[in-house]
């Protein structure tokens, strides 16, 4: 049986984009490389920051395989491998399991709104059954304002009833820190990570797993300082970099500031339907990002 062995500060690392908009596997793995050596105890692949939804099934096994062909640890990486169709959703879950990640991160089918809790129930019923033989922990990924579906609790239930720990957790991506708080609640064994890496110190302090968050591709040093450390000013500054996105695009916003760390203008680009960061956003940003960075080092 898979046991959940991810925690603290995890980022929702983004897909590098070739000129021909495929993935570009050469920048993602060596972006995989850098933020687990700077911080990052483990990195969640293909998710909303990853524009999973935005590539075809056989992109995302594409990455995915890269990712271990590369030879990065993929007990350390989870994967999104939610999907609308439940015959792909249990296809990219298979492929991770194969290729041995740690977790499959699920989103609900997200074309039908107001479905049933049978509907979602056999929908995670048949992703569990597919990946038997190899069992890989599944976590539930609640981000309701996208998907339009939530994990409520009543349903985490269900799931856990029925599964066990297959169930291994759940990323929430809503911002309703009651919410979060009361998944975390339903079980010991159920681990929950909030999108924000201002919580660190209250997982530090054990509410919480850790944290899976788009703005740890750019700050994963600093938050790991206060996750492992219990460095408050280092989460100041982890949490100002975070607010600099406020009001704008984060994905888009996340790649252009990769860029600029990097010095890589490749990093920045996108696929449709997202469009590239507006100009002065990115002039407004990569000021912030390099004050907040001026001062911390001070």
């Not at 911080?39 to 990853?50: K, S």
């Not at 099934?57 to 990712?67: D, G, H, N, P, W």
């Not at 304002?145 to 720990?165: E, K, M, Q, V, Y």
């Not at 201002?198 to 938050?223: H, M, Y």
Request: aromatic letters at 6%; a neutral charge; glycine letters at 8%.
């Amino acid at each position: 049986m898979a046991r959940p062995t991810l925690s603290g500060v995890i980022a929702a690392i983004a897909t590098p984009v070739d000129e021909a908009g495929e993935p570009d596997l050469a920048r993602a793995t060596t972006l995989a490389r850098f933020l687990l050596a700077n911080g990052c105890d483990g990195l969640n692949v293909l998710g909303t920051t990853g524009e999973a939804t935005s590539f075809s099934l056989e992109q995302r096994k594409r990455v995915m395989s890269a990712y271990r062909d590369a030879g990065i640890p993929t007990d350390r990486l989870m994967v999104g491998t939610g999907a609308a169709a439940t015959a792909d959703a249990v296809a990219l879950t298979r492929h991770a399991a194969e290729l041995g990640f740690a977790g499959a991160l699920v989103l609900p089918p997200f074309y039908y709104k107001g479905v049933p809790d049978d509907g979602l129930a056999a929908y995670v019923d048949a992703i569990v059954q597919a990946t038997a033989a190899t069992p890989i922990a599944i976590y539930l990924y609640h981000y309701p304002a996208l998907s339009g579906l939530p994990w409520h609790g009543t349903l985490i239930r269900r799931l856990l009833d029925s599964h066990g720990p297959r169930i291994a957790g759940l990323k929430d991506s809503s911002g309703d820190m009651a919410y979060a708080r009361e998944a975390a609640a339903i079980s010991k064994t159920f681990k929950v990570f909030p999108s924000t890496e201002a919580v660190l110190l209250e997982a530090r302090a054990g509410a919480f797993a850790g944290c899976i968050s788009a703005t740890a591709n750019l700050n994963a040093d600093l938050c790991a300082r206060a996750f492992h450390g219990g460095d408050a000013a280092a989460l100041d500054a982890a949490v100002a970099i975070r607010k600099l996105f406020d009001g704008k695009a984060l994905v888009p916003g996340v790649k252009a500031l990769l860029s600029h760390i990097h010095h890589d203008a490749a990093l920045a680009r996108v696929k449709p339907p997202l469009a590239a960061f507006p100009a002065a956003d990115r002039a407004a940003v990569t000021a912030g990002y390099d004050g907040v960075r001026a001062k911390s080092a001070a």
